[in-house]
């Protein structure tokens, strides 16, 4: 079992980057119900919605308990057996393999950082330009502003020989920038205690 699956499964751990420096990986949020800032995302899901990266599943098991069609998609098995036990539907697949309804979903979901998947936001926010359609949104969870992007090389901890693999972080006020180089325009951007948020419309 990998430090991310402990991590699904609430145990403490965290990313370790080049420099030494640590990041410490949000489980508890991770694992629980939908907490202070999750309704940001919800409430702007009035249609069919994949959550790329859904971990445990708890924005896609309450998408599902608001009559919200919702996909969770993940590459650990474990993130996808948890987020059944939920009672929510999800694929075991990585985001850029090909994905059931592409170009008609009408919201999707990067939260918890989940811009960093790959490595690269650019080509990621060109990936979910594919996934959404004409009019649809990517509501993505972001760094607090000044942080601009930053991209590491990172591996996951505590994991003896963990491999080390690309991450990426967004600030908020540099996700403009990321959306007018793909399809993508900032419909709004907000804060809700600690966690910053942005709403990216598809033209």
Known sequence: MTAFDR????????LELATGERVDLPVD????????GDDVLLDACDGPTLDVGC????LTAALSERGVASLGVDISATAVRLTHARGAVALHRDVFDRLPGEGRWRHVLLADGNIGIGGDPLRLLSRMAELVGDGGT????????????????VRLRPDDGGAWFTWAWVGVE??????ARTAFRVAWATRRDHRWFACLEKA
């Open 7 to 14: 991590g699904l499964l609430g145990h403490r751990c965290w």
């Open 29 to 36: 949020r991770w694992t629980a119900i939908p907490c202070e």
């Open 55 to 58: 971990g445990p599943g708890r």
């Open 138 to 153: 990517v509501l993505v969870e972001l760094e607090p502003p000044g942080r601009g992007i930053r991209q590491d090389r």
């Open 174 to 179: 540099a996700i403009a920038e990321l959306a």
